[in-house]
T-cell receptor, first 110, second 113 residues
Framework: QKEVEQDPGPLSVPEGAIVSLNCTYSNSAFQYFMWYRQYSRKGPELLMYTYSSGNKEDGRFTAQVDKSSKYISLFIRDSQPSDSATYLCASQYNFNKFYFGSGTKLNVKP | ETGVTQSPTHLIKTRGQQVTLRCSSQSGHNTVSWYQQALGQGPQFIFQYYREEKNGRGNFPPRFSGLQFPNYSSELNVNALELDDSALYLC????????????FGSGTRLTVV
């Protein structure tokens, strides 16, 4: 079983839609949860970072962590074509115990 | 100079050869982590260096080795290349050892033929 599981998609939505991206993780020791966005031929860039359970909002992006169900979510409101990318969730419980999901490819159609 | 820079951007090697990939960390960052990202997969942790000391390693064989220099730049060396080593190799730098502050480079695309 992988430490972090993520649906690879692809996910295709019309511009303006609300996008929901999800991951599950297996290790209850994970404390830090992150979402990265990766454009083609680029390295991942950090979008959201949360500690433990709860919600965090930043503009059109909301990250949600439910530690009881080991579930991580990212919501994108009013999605734009520029949001088209691969979204990677990641979890960490130690400074060098850092695991990525396999990524969900999102396409936002104009 | 800001950001993380990696060189070269693309590389083609023959099976059995050795390769060295380089990474210049973001100004002010003292930690470098290396990741391997196979096509369609998430990055896999190779190892991390903090102030020139290795302080973590993922499930990669010993032929994957590295260095961090006093200016916090870093090298990843891979010996006896195998076809499965073909991947995007990402370097990430941070201030401190946590992953929340990672800044990734654009990676080196290695193809082993």
């Amino acid at each position: 079983q992988k430490e972090v599981e993520q649906d690879p998609g692809p996910l295709s939505v019309p511009e303006g839609a609300i996008v929901s991206l999800n991951c599950t993780y297996s290790n209850s020791a994970f404390q830090y949860f992150m979402w990265y966005r990766q454009y083609s031929r680029k390295g991942p860039e950090l979008l959201m970072y949360t500690y433990s359970s709860g919600n965090k909002e930043d503009g059109r992006f909301t990250a949600q962590v439910d530690k009881s169900s080991k579930y991580i979510s990212l919501f994108i409101r009013d999605s734009q074509p520029s949001d088209s990318a691969t979204y990677l969730c990641a979890s960490q419980y130690n400074f060098n115990k850092f695991y990525f999901g396999s990524g969900t490819k999102l396409n936002v159609k104009p | 100079e800001t950001g993380v820079t990696q060189s070269p951007t693309h590389l083609i090697k023959t099976r059995g050869q050795q390769v060295t990939l380089r990474c210049s960390s973001q100004s002010g960052h003292n930690t470098v982590s290396w990741y391997q990202q196979a096509l369609g997969q998430g990055p896999q942790f190779i190892f991390q260096y903090y102030r020139e000391e290795k302080n973590g390693r993922g499930n990669f064989p010993p032929r994957f080795s590295g260095l961090q220099f006093p200016n916090y730049s870093s090298e990843l060396n891979v010996n006896a290349l195998e076809l499965d080593d073909s991947a995007l190799y990402l370097c990430a730098s941070s201030l401190g050892q946590g992953g929340s502050g990672y800044t990734f480079g654009s990676g080196t695309r290695l193809t082993v033929v």
